[in-house]
């Protein structure tokens, strides 16, 4: 069930609904409880599920549009069906906002952001009139795509050079040849010092030679290592997409490799679902940096103002967190707290933890809500 008492006390709305095993069939508009769901959201919502041609998609998107149904009728007690959303700036590409209900023209006081990878959906949200807040979030998983292929070939770090107007090139080094620690079989873990030079190993199937502490020297596989940085990929893309949805002008953005993160690290992995259990969190970070370096065209983020050209600073109103949940999973949570001395008065800080996600039942907690509100 939500605690309703949560965003009271932290202010900002964390949920996720897990959408894998939720509407069984071929097609969405097969299960009876998928057709009652598509007839809480508007038309073209609907349209929008239904033409999702895998289920697992359909499946995401109706998730979507119950949740942030959901976050703008019980933030605003504002009725189910009167709910309409629009878009900040740009009409099409622009983050989603929610619309006050006529008479009132504009945008309603709530900030939100959802984001839905491999069958989960995350929302994160706030009521602006008492946290003055943006937020973005992003999921990634880590083995969903077939990376290795692309990494045989190539290597890996003719793969990250694909993303090159995606990195900066201090990030696309950093994320070619440092790795996290990770465990070998045995538990052993190797550390970046117990690599030394082999961090610049970009191959799978090579035999890396490693002397443990203790002088036992170990023959390292060298696809752990690989593994353990396509992990590193994974946040650094996690972080630089929540900030991004944060904004609101998405990947379209011209401004994107001059936003670089520092001091990046993995979350370790939580543990798989299995038949009889549900998948488990695991790490939660949240000590990386944000920066943007300003070029002489003077393009940037929306909430960027002031800097000269050639400038490069931390940017110290936005915060950015990510958590691992199940083995392959990562959310990422970006957020800028906008400060008004004049203004802030009993108005709510953001919380210490910015990942404090709720799970959701759908029954329970959304389709209730919904066929009441």
């Given at each position: 069930m939500i605690d309703e008492l949560d965003a009271e006390q932290h202010g900002l709305t964390c949920w996720l609904l897990d959408t894998r095993s939720l509407w069984p069939g071929e097609k969405i508009t097969d299960s009876e409880s998928a057709r009652e769901a598509l007839a809480l959201i508007s038309a073209e919502e609907?349209?929008?599920?239904?033409?999702?041609?895998?289920?697992?998609?359909?499946?995401?998107?109706?998730?979507?549009?119950?949740?942030?149904?959901?976050?703008?009728?019980?933030?605003?007690?504002?009725?189910?069906?009167?709910?309409?959303?629009g878009r900040k700036r740009d009409p099409k590409h622009g983050k989603p906002i929610a619309l006050l209900a006529p008479p009132q023209r504009g945008p309603a006081p709530v900030d939100f952001n959802i984001s839905h990878q491999a069958g989960l959906v995350a929302l994160v949200g706030c009521a602006t009139d008492e946290l003055e807040a943006e937020v973005g979030v992003d999921i990634v998983c880590v083995n969903e795509r077939n990376d290795y292929r692309v990494v045989d070939e190539e290597g890996f770090d003719g793969w990250v050079d694909i993303y090159s107007e995606i990195f900066s090139q201090e990030e696309s080094f950093d994320i070619k040849y440092n790795a996290d620690p990770f465990p070998l079989l045995d538990g052993t873990m190797i550390t970046h010092e117990l690599l030394?030079?082999?961090?610049?190993?970009?191959?799978?199937?090579?035999?890396?030679?490693?002397?443990?502490p203790n002088g036992e020297e170990r023959e390292v596989d060298s696809d752990l290592l690989?593994?353990?940085?396509?992990?590193?990929?994974?946040?650094?893309?996690?972080?630089?997409?929540?900030?991004?949805?944060?904004?609101?002008?998405?990947?379209?953005?011209?401004?994107?490799?001059?936003?670089?993160?520092?001091?990046?690290?993995?979350?370790?992995?939580?543990?798989?679902?299995r038949c009889s259990t549900h998948g488990s969190w695991g790490e939660r970070i949240s000590d990386a940096e944000v920066w943007f370096s300003k070029k002489a065209d003077g393009h940037g983020p929306a909430g960027v103002q002031g800097m000269k050209s050639g400038e490069s600073k931390k940017l110290e109103d936005t915060r950015v967190e990510i958590q691992a949940f199940e083995e392959d999973f990562m959310i990422?949570?970006?957020?800028?707290?906008?400060?008004?001395?004049?203004?802030?008065?009993?108005?709510?800080?953001?919380?210490?933890?910015?990942?404090h996600f709720k799970g959701l039942h759908l029954e329970e907690d959304v389709m209730r809500v919904a066929r009441s509100g």
């Open positions: 609907r349209e929008n599920v239904t033409r999702k041609y895998q289920i697992a998609d359909a499946r995401m998107s109706l998730g979507s549009a119950l949740l942030k149904r959901l976050f703008v009728h019980q933030t605003l007690g504002m009725p189910w069906r009167s709910i309409r959303f030394g030079r082999h961090d610049r190993c970009c191959m799978r199937n090579q035999h890396l030679n490693i002397s443990l690989i593994d353990a940085k396509l992990r590193r990929f994974y946040t650094f893309w996690c972080y630089k997409e929540a900030y991004i949805k944060l904004d609101g002008e998405a990947l379209l953005a011209q401004w994107i490799p001059q936003l670089e993160f520092k001091h990046v690290r993995a979350p370790r992995p939580g543990t798989p679902a990422g949570v970006a957020a800028k707290e906008r400060r008004d001395p004049a203004a802030d008065m009993g108005r709510k800080k953001l919380p210490d933890v910015l990942t």
